[in-house]
């Protein structure tokens, strides 16, 4: 079986690789299977495919996923805020010696 070129649109509108998946199909379930994806997911992807901001499988998954990381203002924040807290622990660690509250093990005096 050789996909045409809307069929392996329609794959890809459901599945992140359509031609691996189309090669692992072929080489386990046989072209039945495909056949049936394909039918299945033919109306879906013939109303989606000329809709404003048509993504793939692949795409949409990219997305999502991207969406998921942190930002870089996200990352900048964690790290000062990590800053700050140490720094504030530092301060702290060194008033309490000072003042003869911490002992030698680090430990707060009774």
Same mark, same amino acid.
């Given at each position: ?14 599945? #992140? %690789?359509?031609?691996?998946?189309? *090669? ?5 379930? $046989? !072209?039945?299977?495909?056949?049936? @994806?394909?039918? @299945?997911?033919? @109306?879906? =992807?013939?109303?989606?495919? %000329?809709?404003? $901001? =048509? ?15 942190? &930002?870089? !203002?996200?990352? %900048?924040?964690?790290? *000062?805020?990590?800053?700050? #807290? %140490? #720094?504030?622990? /530092?301060?702290?660690? &060194?008033?309490?010696?000072?003042? $003869? ?5 680090? @430990?707060?005096? /009774?």
């Amino acid at each position: 079986m050789e996909l045409s070129k809307e069929e392996k649109a329609i794959l890809a509108h459901v599945v #992140r %690789d359509p031609d691996s998946w189309f *090669a692992h199909a072929m080489s386990t379930i $046989g !072209e039945s299977a495909v056949i049936a @994806k394909i039918d @299945k997911y033919r @109306k879906d =992807y013939l109303t989606a495919k %000329d809709q404003p $901001g =048509y993504q793939t499988a692949k795409e949409r998954e990219d997305k999502e996923f991207a969406s998921m990381l942190p &930002t870089q !203002e996200q990352i %900048d924040f964690a790290a *000062a805020e990590k800053l700050i #807290r %140490d #720094r504030m622990r /530092k301060m702290a660690i &060194t008033e309490l010696q000072k003042e $003869g509250k911490l002992t030698a093990e680090g @430990k707060l005096a /009774k």
